[in-house]
């Protein structure tokens, strides 16, 4: 009898397991109670003579007939508290939908607990904090039925306001979504751009889900996932081919590598600033108006070169929260500020150096710190920079470094 009562629960998790997927391989089954492919194929006989309907679809797997269910099972205490840990989660993300959503699933999951499940659950609910978005903001409200139209390869009409403050209307076919630094990312197939995009959903001012359905993409997220990191970047807003799923060439001007930076001291001009409202393009603006009107950077002493450095930091947050910007020279001490200007010094530590190339006056910083916050970067978000050395001289043909802090 005592070898039964693993068995037992084993044949009951595999019930469970078939209600819940379309087709269930027995090398899933096998690989998740720890078994033989040849126990697989016992538990399976067993559930059959016990009446239980299972559909075998040979080269395929199991499913259950359509139609039939069993009564839900009743969770274990440590299922409903990652239940519980999960909700606490999700109401901190930043899509309205999701946490609206969850919300209400776990009412109905509460309610299939016992008494003194709930109990438990209702104390830990209380002794659990996220840390993250304290202030519990929501930028976005589509997650939910952009999953749909994944799903339903429904095409969806986008107005749409990038990060480099451009208003467009795109017709878009879902692909995939992702979530970095607490953002939700829609990849999809641009008609008007004729190629794969990303999309934050925090960018999206409205959405038409459209009665036309599109052809799916013959690609897996991994696949997808696999090119872009190929050309350095996780992510990226750049052209993916539809046809044959390669990058466009313009990823060819691009480098990125790890570097180590040893402290240094910047002296210059300074901004408390925000990338929201745009308010972050009229400040720099204007940094950089008066450090050219103004001559500051022969103005500096004991430069160590004659580059220009734009430097980021003193964040509160993440890159979506107020930071200071620091326009001036790298210098080599700090015997002489010039009146009206600020120092600052940094430790240095690990760095990615991304270095692009392009029309200064066409958008290059801004897109490529568009790409740079889609990365998939550990950030430390302690001082970030760019380099305008001699070969950024020539707007129309500048090529720029830029130096992201990681963990």
């Not at 036309?212 to 992510?235: D, G, H, I, S, V």
Request: with cysteine; aromatic share 10%.
């Amino acid at each position: 009898m005592a070898e039964e009562k693993p068995r037992l629960a084993r044949l009951t998790a595999i019930i469970t397991q078939l209600q819940s997927k379309k087709i269930v391989t027995a090398k899933d089954i096998a690989t998740k109670h720890g078994v033989s492919i040849r126990t697989v194929y016992r538990d399976i006989r067993t559930l059959e003579q016990s009446g239980i309907p299972i559909v075998t679809e040979e080269g395929k797997g199991y499913s259950i007939m359509e139609g039939y269910k069993l009564p839900p099972v009743m969770f274990t205490e440590e299922e409903a508290n990652a239940l519980i840990t999960a909700e606490q989660l999700i109401l901190r993300n930043k899509d309205q939908s999701l946490s609206d959503h969850y919300h209400n699933a776990i009412i109905k999951i509460r309610a299939t607990l016992k008494n003194s499940q709930q109990e438990k659950s209702e104390l830990l609910t209380t002794r659990i904090q996220i840390r993250n978005n304290l202030n519990n903001a929501k930028t976005s409200k589509f997650l939910i039925q952009l999953q749909s139209t994944i799903t339903d390869f429904r095409v969806v009409k986008l107005t749409y306001f990038s990060l480099d403050h451009q208003l467009t209307e795109r017709l878009v076919e879902p692909f995939a979504l992702y979530t970095t630094n607490d953002n939700w990312v829609l990849i999809a197939f641009c008609r008007k751009r004729n190629d794969f995009r990303s999309f934050r959903l925090d960018c999206i001012q409205q959405m038409q889900i459209t009665q036309e359905r599109f052809e799916p993409q013959n690609m897996t997220l991994q696949q997808y996932m696999e090119e872009c990191q190929k050309k350095w970047f996780a992510t990226p807003d750049i052209p993916l081919t539809h046809a044959r799923f390669t990058f466009a060439g313009n990823q060819r001007d691009k480098i990125m590598k790890n570097v180590k930076i040893e402290p240094f001291s910047i002296v210059g001009i300074e901004v408390r600033t925000t990338n929201k409202n745009s308010q972050a393009a009229k400040d720099i603006a204007e940094l950089w108006q008066r450090f050219m009107s103004e001559n500051l950077q022969d103005k500096i002493p004991n430069k160590t070169d004659t580059s220009v450095y734009s430097v980021y930091t003193d964040y509160e947050g993440d890159h979506t929260q107020p930071y200071t910007a620091l326009l001036g020279c790298k210098v080599e001490n700090l015997k002489s500020i010039p009146a009206g200007m600020t120092v600052k010094t940094f430790a240095g530590g690990e760095y990615v150096k991304i270095t692009a190339k392009g029309d200064l006056m066409k958008g290059l910083i801004v897109s490529e710190w568009t790409r740079i916050w889609s990365m998939e970067l550990n950030r430390a978000f302690t001082a970030d920079f760019e380099v305008y050395g001699p070969k950024a001289q020539n707007p129309a043909n500048a090529e720029v470094d830029f130096y992201i802090a990681v963990k």
